[in-house]
T-cell receptor, first 115, second 115 residues
Framework: AQSVTQPDIHITVSEGASLELRCNYSYGATPYLFWYVQSPGQGLQLLLKYFSGDTLVQGIKGFEAEFKRSQSSFNLRKPSVHWSDAAEYFC?????????????FGTGTLLAVQP | DGGITQSPKYLFRKEGQNVTLSCEQNLNHDAMYWYRQDPGQGLRLIYYSQIVNDFQKGDIAEGYSVSREKKESFPLTVTSAQKNPTAFYLCASINAGAQGNQPQHFGDGTRLSIL
């Protein structure tokens, strides 16, 4: 069965430090992978997506993610974190359900940024 | 600008009462989705609709109902049968012609609480 695991529920980093958020998936074929960010009380904003090709994808706000098929991972990285990056981050995989374009979401990682 | 509008932002329900959450999109998207978000559980799919006058149950449809009379509108009713309705509800949409490689677009959510 398809699934997404974000092992870290909560991460705290210092401003200016590097960041890596982990995402592991289980999927029967080559998945489409997404990272979304959610500020408190807001909807989800797409950071980046992977479909095929170059396994290192660049997104908005200086984020990048690397698809590693052998490890079934799609970790999100940022070289230098800003206080405004404090938010909850969700990894998602799809599609499942045929043409319904449904996504499976991880449980999220809450990022806190220390000054 | 095109987008998804959810209203109200905050909603309170009395015991035994049905309430309806609004979701309107002007993106000309065919497919629309309703998710429920609880702390530590990520997003869970309630209902989805790929075309007008058609919708399917998601993973946690019990106690909820939807309609899709217009392409741009996909209201969600939380019925009295839903015993634990307190949650953050997110509406999303996508062009149904997409081959699974287009991201879902999200509204800003409605927070429902029990009085």
């Amino acid at each position: 069965a398809q699934s997404v695991t974000q092992p870290d529920i909560h991460i705290t980093v210092s401003e200016g430090a590097s960041l890596e958020l982990r995402c592991n998936y289980s999927y029967g074929a080559t998945p489409y992978l997404f990272w979304y960010v959610q500020s408190p009380g807001q909807g989800l904003q797409l950071l980046l997506k992977y479909f095929s090709g170059d396994t290192l994808v660049q997104g908005i706000k200086g984020f990048e993610a690397e698809f590693k098929r052998s490890q079934s991972s799609f970790n999100l990285r940022k070289p230098s974190v800003h206080w405004s990056d404090a938010a909850e981050y969700f990894c998602a995989v799809g599609p499942y359900g045929g043409a319904t374009n449904k996504l499976i979401f991880g449980t999220g990682t809450l990022l806190a940024v220390q000054p | 600008d095109g987008g998804i509008t959810q209203s109200p932002k905050y909603l309170f329900r009395k015991e035994g009462q049905n309430v309806t959450l609004s979701c309107e999109q002007n993106l000309n998207h065919d497919a629309m989705y309703w998710y429920r978000q609880d702390p530590g559980q990520g997003l869970r799919l309630i209902y989805y609709s790929q075309i007008v006058n058609d919708f399917q149950k998601g993973d946690i449809a019990e106690g909820y109902s939807v309609s899709r009379e217009k392409k741009e509108s996909f209201p969600l009713t939380v019925t009295s049968a839903q015993k634990n309705p307190t949650a953050f509800y997110l509406c999303a949409s996508i062009n149904a012609g997409a081959q699974g490689n287009q991201p879902q677009h999200f509204g800003d959510g409605t927070r429902l609480s029990i009085l």
